[in-house]
C-alpha cells in the first residue's frame, strides 16, 4: 500500500480540485437545490458520486485514455454530453420565463431515481470531469496494483465526489441561499441557461 499512495494522494488532489472549481454538475445542484430542496440535491450529489464510481474504474482500466485517442468514442460522447447541456438550458429558460410559486417537491422512489440519474449522466458526459480524470491518468494510475489498492482509490473517489458535491447541495438549499433565488430567481435561471448553452455549445464545438 505504502509503495502506492503517493500516486493515490496526487490522483485524489487532483480530484479535489476539479471539485472545488464549480462546472456543470455543480450547476445543476444549484438549479435542484433551490427548486427542489435539500433532499433532491443531495440526491444528484449522490448521482454525481456515483458517476465518478465510473470515470475512476475507467481511469484505472485506462478506457479514458483509449477514448481520448479514438475520435469516434470521443466524438458521440461530446454530441451526447453537448445535447444533455442543451436540454438542461432550455429547463432552465423555461424556469426563467414562468412565474410559479417556489415549493419543495417530494421526493419519491421514481423521482428520486429520475434525479440522481440526471446528476450521473451528467457526471460521466461531463467534458470538465473527463478532463481531469485524464489528467489524473496522466500522472500515472494505478492499473497495476493489487485489487485492494484499486478498491480504495475508487472508494475514496466516490467518497470525495459526494462529501464535495453534498457540500455545495447543503450550502445551495439553505434557507438563505433559498431566499437569495427566490428574489433573483429570473436571474439566476436565466444565467444557469446561459451558463449549460454555453458549455454545451464549447463542448459540441471543441476539438478533443
Not at 133 to 148: K, T
Request: hydrophobic share 60%.
Amino acid at each position: 500500500m505504502a509503495d502506492y499512495l503517493p500516486q493515490l494522494i496526487l490522483a485524489w488532489s487532483i480530484q479535489a480540485m476539479g471539485i472545488l472549481s464549480p462546472g456543470p454538475s455543480v450547476a445543476l445542484i444549484l438549479g435542484v437545490a433551490t427548486t427542489r430542496g435539500r433532499l433532491a440535491s443531495l440526491v444528484t450529489a449522490f448521482g454525481v458520486a456515483c458517476g465518478s464510481i465510473v470515470l475512476s474504474v475507467a481511469t484505472v482500466a485506462g478506457v479514458t485514455a483509449i477514448l481520448a485517442q479514438v475520435a469516434e468514442l470521443m466524438n458521440a460522447l461530446r454530441w451526447a454530453g453537448a445535447a444533455y447541456l442543451a436540454w438542461l438550458a432550455f429547463k432552465a429558460f423555461r424556469n426563467a420565463a414562468s412565474t410559479p410559486r417556489l415549493t419543495v417537491d417530494k421526493v419519491g422512489r421514481e423521482s428520486a431515481w429520475r434525479t440522481g440519474l440526471a446528476g450521473f449522466m451528467l457526471q460521466i458526459s461531463n467534458p470538465k470531469a473527463i478532463m481531469f480524470w485524464l489528467a489524473i491518468a496522466s500522472v500515472g494510475g494505478v492499473g497495476d496494483a493489487p485489487l485492494p489498492v484499486v478498491a480504495l482509490f475508487v472508494a475514496v473517489a466516490f467518497l470525495n465526489s459526494f462529501l464535495g458535491h453534498g457540500a455545495y447541495a447543503l450550502l445551495l438549499s439553505s434557507a438563505p441561499a433559498r431566499a437569495a433565488y427566490q428574489r433573483a430567481r429570473r436571474w439566476i435561471e436565466g444565467g444557469l441557461g446561459c451558463f449549460f448553452l454555453f458549455a454545451g455549445f464549447k463542448l459540441a464545438t471543441a476539438r478533443l
